[in-house]
């Protein structure tokens, strides 16, 4: 069964650093999405992609946040400089028009800024 | 009022008998509706979307209450490995993309 596949699985930086999530959306699938869980709280949507380019972003998607295809498989996220509040499990999600726009999520990349 | 609410529970829940619980939802143009399972520190998966008319897989079925904006899961005879997170997701569909909106879930220990 198809999956949607994240690297890595966990990422440990400092303060200010830049990081780069690493995704695999299942490989007939158009869109594309990342999702953050601070821990305890509710899964947020962070931005969605389709066609190369952003097709909607969140609040929380500010300057720091860019997502990129670099090829015909990857799908990634760059927190530039990063924050001790961008602690946070990321997940990858990815849907097809053809299945009703069902996301399926990957096992995600929990972040750890210290 | 938030946008996708959800009592967060616990309900505890005897194996083998059948629990219920509802999710609410604010934006009434909200075309899409899932139901989610997230078990302890991994991700979302996707349990079954919710359809107008009602659907069934297995021991769950979902229902869409679009007059008062809900939907709804029930698990009948609950297993012990039923003991999860469910989380309900509402997509507002449009040109601009699909995101979901999630609930901040329901904690569901089914116990022998």
């Known amino acids: 069964e198809p999956e949607v596949t994240q690297t890595p699985s966990h990422q440990v930086t400092q303060m200010g650093q830049e990081v780069i999530l690493r995704c695999v959306p299942i490989s007939n699938h158009l869109y594309f999405y990342w999702y953050r869980q601070i821990l305890g709280q509710k899964v947020e949507f962070l931005v969605s992609?389709?066609?190369?380019?952003?097709?909607?972003k969140s609040e929380i998607f500010d300057d720091q946040f860019s997502v990129e295809r670099p090829d015909g498989s990857n799908f990634t996220l760059k927190i530039r400089s990063t924050k001790l509040e961008d602690s946070a499990m990321y997940f990858c999600?990815?849907?097809?028009?053809?299945?009703?726009?069902?996301?399926?999520f990957g096992p995600g990349t929990r972040l750890t800024v210290t | 009022r938030k946008e996708v609410e959800q009592d967060p529970g616990p309900f505890n829940v005897p194996e083998g008998a059948t629990v219920a619980f509802n999710c609410t939802y604010s934006?009434?143009?909200?075309?899409?509706f899932f139901w989610y399972r997230q078990d302890c520190r991994k991700e979302p998966k996707l349990l079954m979307s919710?359809?107008?008319s009602g659907n069934e897989d297995g021991r769950f079925t979902a229902q869409l209450n679009r007059a008062s904006q809900y939907i709804s899961l029930l698990i009948r005879d609950s297993k012990l490995s039923d003991s999860a997170t469910y989380l309900c997701a509402v997509n507002s569909l449009g040109a601009a993309g699909n995101k979901l909106t999630f609930g901040g879930g329901t904690r569901v220990l089914v116990k022998p």
């Open positions: 919710v359809y107008s």
């Open positions: 999600a990815s849907s097809d028009v053809r299945t009703s726009y069902e996301q399926y």
């Open positions: 934006n009434s143009a909200s075309q899409s």
């Open positions: 992609f389709y066609n190369n380019e952003i097709s909607e």
